[in-house]
């Protein structure tokens, strides 16, 4: 095979390999701490993914979308994660659920 051949080959194999590659979305931290989400409101773009940490020393929480018609999942205690990735638009709030008055809100665009 002539070299220029070569060339444009090796291009269109590593063109073809990229596409198989999928973007990692980006991540957006949320911290759990003195019975608050911090920050509380935040805005990503969709297909990002927030993960919330639990930096409590002793208290238990949740991260409940419940106007969503979810069921309350897991308790995070202690240095547990929880993380979700939005793939549409919109508003998202949440809570607590052991903790109601603990909220916070996710904006997607």
Known sequence: MS???GILISIALLALAG?????EPEVTEVEIFKFKFLPQEITIKAGDKVRWTNKEKRQYHSVWFEQL????PDYLFPGDTYE???KETGDFPY???????????VHVE
Not at 69 to 72: A, F, R
Not at 95 to 105: A, D, L
């Open 19 to 23: 596409l198989s590659f999928a973007a």
């Open 69 to 72: 018609g979810e069921p309350e």
């Open 84 to 86: 979700r990735v939005f």
């Open 95 to 105: 809570r607590c659920g052991p903790h109601p008055e603990m909220t916070g809100i």
């Open 3 to 5: 070299r220029p051949i």
